[in-house]
């Protein structure tokens, strides 16, 4: 083993949402952790340049320059002038494409919680008991009673504002109070009630604070939340785990430090440390540590384990199975319907609200709700709103006093309702590191392979037509769908490279999200998802990873790792 | 026919073909741009941005608000060579439609005759489909009076007189009321 400086209990990799967890709930069991980010530090509110900024505090309109647009073609995809800053640079991050995936990444301390969509819902047994039922990929090795209680835990630190709807299919988290509906929401969701009433329309619910919680505030409803949040409203590990990792005292945070690799020790059959490529002096160091958490990411880690080779593993860390890297997931969306709606002239609100209505899936929940033509589901996510500026511009003719008289008063009511739909695990959508390019540290480029399959094509039709059909029934004019096309890694919900399983042969992690090969290597990041369903899937991971630590922490008291 | 009248018919004649044609002409679509004329547009772009947004009794037009000026970033600096091109082309045009026209700068024109000039540009901007809109644009790009009027009301909307003395602006809401009455001329949110 090394020098003492460079020896911890544990080691975890990444400060994302996953990787703030593992440091926040390891240092609180008394563990000296070091976190590794191979990206700049992002001290909270310290660290949020744009986020007092007006509009016009921006040179051009929060749009992008092309200069952005031609170096980040695919980052700013996602990105706008007010938080380009929390994602990477495409040619100095450069990866293959076999076929369109776009990677989006924030190279920073706190990853991509910085610029998360926030919205978090339980998966249920709908979704755990899917693979098995449908004969695909593998059995999750957990169900919801093993992570339910995780849920709750975690629930109560993240803050989750929303609406108890009692749903099996969508467990209910443990919530602080529910956003409000505007009026045109509440229309919606009492005309689903009498034409759809099997079909659930509730408030979005999302990591945005409803009420104070530990040393956050409550949200101020500015609606600016990717820029960081200067009142801490939403949860980040910038806001929340890792302050709450660093009071223990016992958290060591290293920015600048690349993970080549997890070293692997042949004799003890466990990992004994990584080593690091610090990019600011450019040396390679290594630590050690009695546990690792590796929580770069569903590539992110996948390129780690590949890039970690032994005389055991010749291809790849615990890669025994050959899995790792496969079965890569995106859920698939920007398709839909929105409307117009002739009444409420004399209604407005105020506040800005960053949250939307959610109407959880409603197929292939029962014999009665079963389709002929697909497998698994999709949850809408939407909102009702009167038109704005931008829209009104974009929707009249002329110009002049009363084209002028329109853009500043409020415009009609309209809706909207997009869904976010399940993706099979398919072993050929895949990332690998074999080719010869390199990039400037000299690691091998990392290249994807992905395509969205039938089922997913053909549940997408359904996902327009059910949009248009609620919405056209429940009195809306002017109804149109759309299909804006998305390519994997549009919705940033990478998936499944590492996946959990029952058997050691054909799964990456056990149902601990421990290594099946690694005793000591746990992976709780997006990797580990055995089957995507339709739901926003960071509180998932947030709930795996307190659930493998208290398991670890125990693993590791009893002397078996 | 007067003579200044013929020689206006002929000139209008040439000036309208030349303007047809500059919608189709392939080849110069990714010329080098003019970006020495449209920094010395900042002015014309403010009447033209003032004729889209004007200003009226109770709240601000796109002048006050500098709207050319931020055209001109928009232009330099987010557009693709191809925009950048049929904008620029677009203000040689208006320039010269109203010479042809009323004899006169835009910037000199009555409110009228603005309104007569932005009128045409519009016309000319699109066809009667929006099939052919779209595929228009996605060939050739954007017309010179979408551009405009796009980068007018981003850039007035967004501008601290817009925001605040135009539309409502609240920059610290504090809370969400989801449903409150209208108020008598009740402005728009400037942010959502």
């Known amino acids: ?561 | 026919m007067n003579r200044r009248k013929a020689v206006k018919k002929i000139l209008l004649l040439g000036g309208g073909a030349a303007i047809g044609y500059s919608g189709i002409k392939g080849y110069n679509l990714f010329k080098n741009p003019d970006i020495g004329l449209l920094n010395q547009s900042v002015s014309l772009l403010n009447e033209l941005a003032e004729t889209i947004i004007p200003v009226t009794a109770n709240e601000p037009g796109a002048k006050s608000a500098n709207a050319g000026s931020f055209i001109v970033k928009m232009i330099s600096d987010c557009s693709s060579r191809k925009n950048q091109n049929n904008f620029i082309d677009g203000i040689k045009d208006v320039i010269q439609y109203s010479m042809f026209n009323y004899y006169k700068p835009f910037e000199e024109c009555s409110m009228t005759e603005k309104n007569n000039i932005l009128q045409h540009f519009e016309k000319k901007g699109k066809f009667s489909t929006e099939l052919f809109n779209k595929a228009n644009r996605f060939i050739f790009g954007d017309s010179f009076f979408y551009t405009l009027k796009k980068y007018t009301v981003l850039g007035f909307c967004n501008s601290k007189i817009g925001a605040t003395q135009a539309l409502s602006y609240d920059y610290l809401p504090g809370k969400y009321i989801a449903s409150k009455a209208l108020l008598p001329n009740q402005k728009g949110w400037a942010t959502f």
Not at chain 1, 25 to 53: F, S, W
Not at chain 1, 96 to 122: D, K, M, N, P
Not at chain 1, 221 to 232: A, D, E, Q, T
Not at chain 1, 418 to 423: D, Q, V
């Open chain 1, 1 to 561: 083993m090394g020098n003492n400086k460079n020896t911890f209990d544990a080691i975890v990799i990444g400060s994302g949402i996953s990787g703030g967890w593992a440091a926040k709930e390891l240092c609180e069991k008394g563990l000296k952790t070091l976190m590794l980010e191979r990206g700049r530090n992002v001290q909270h509110i310290v660290d949020y340049p744009t986020a007092n900024n007006n509009p016009w505090d921006f040179e051009y309109g929060l749009e992008n320059s092309e200069k952005d647009e031609n170096e980040s073609p695919i980052q700013s995809l996602a990105y706008n002038e007010s938080n380009k800053h929390f994602f990477v640079n495409d040619k100095e991050h450069p990866y293959l494409q076999e076929s369109a995936f776009h990677w989006i990444r924030g190279y920073q301390v706190g990853g991509r919680s910085l610029t998360w969509g926030r919205q978090c819902y339980r998966l249920s047994d709908l979704d755990f008991e899917a693979n098995l039922k449908d004969g695909i990929a593998v059995d999750w090795p957990i169900r919801y009673k093993d992570i339910s209680p995780w849920y709750d835990y975690v629930e109560k630190f993240v803050g989750i504002s929303g609406q108890p709807e009692g749903l099996s299919h969508l467990p209910d988290s443990v919530f602080l109070p529910p956003m409000e509906m505007n009026d045109l929401e509440v229309h919606f969701k009492r005309q689903m009630k009498i034409k759809f009433p099997e079909r659930c329309v509730t408030i979005g619910r999302t990591a945005n604070l409803s009420t104070a919680l530990y040393k956050r505030n409550a949200c101020q409803y500015r609606n600016l939340c990717s820029r960081g949040c200067p009142f801490g409203a939403y949860f980040s590990s910038n806001s929340s785990t890792i302050p709450a990792a660093m009071e223990t005292g016992n958290l060591e945070l290293k920015p600048f430090s690349i993970v080549v690799e997890i070293m692997y020790d042949e004799k003890t059959k466990k990992a004994s440390g990584v080593r690091v490529l610090d990019t600011e002096s450019n040396k390679t160091i290594e630590y050690y540590s009695k546990i690792i958490f590796l929580n770069a990411s569903t590539i992110g880690s996948a390129y780690i384990l590949l890039n970690s080779k032994s005389n055991t593993f010749p291809n790849g860390l615990g890669n025994s199975s050959g899995q790792i890297g496969h079965n890569l997931m995106d859920h698939h969306f920007r398709v839909g319907a929105s409307a117009d709606f002739d009444g409420f002239k004399d209604r407005y609100y105020s506040g800005r609200r960053p949250n939307g209505i959610y109407i959880p899936r409603f197929r292939n929940l029962n014999e009665a709700t079963k389709r002929a033509d697909y497998i698994r589901g999709f949850g809408f996510q939407g909102g009702g709103f009167r038109l704005g500026w931008n829209d009104i511009a974009a929707r009249t003719s002329g110009f002049g006093k009363e084209f002028k008289e329109k853009l500043i008063h409020p415009g009609d009511w309209a809706i909207m309702v997009s869904a976010w739909g399940e993706t099979l695990p398919y072993f050929q959508n895949r990332i690998k590191i074999e080719g010869d390019e390199k990039d400037k540290w000299g690691l091998p480029l990392l290249s994807v392979q992905f395509n969205f399959g039938d089922n997913e094509r053909i549940m997408r039709n359904d996902m327009k037509e059910s949009a248009s059909e609620m919405l056209e029934r429940t009195g809306f004019r002017n109804v149109k769908q759309f299909d804006y096309h998305s390519v994997g890694g549009d919705c940033v919900h990478e998936m499944g490279t590492a996946r959990m399983g029952i058997n050691p042969k054909t799964s990456v992690l056990n149902k601990w999200n421990q290594m099946h090969d690694v005793s000591n290597v746990f992976i709780t990041d997006g990797s580990c998802m055995t089957s995507s369903a339709c739901q926003n899937p960071s509180l998932t991971y947030m709930a795996l990873t307190a659930r493998a630590c208290d398991f670890a922490f125990s693993e590791l008291k009893k002397g078996n790792i």
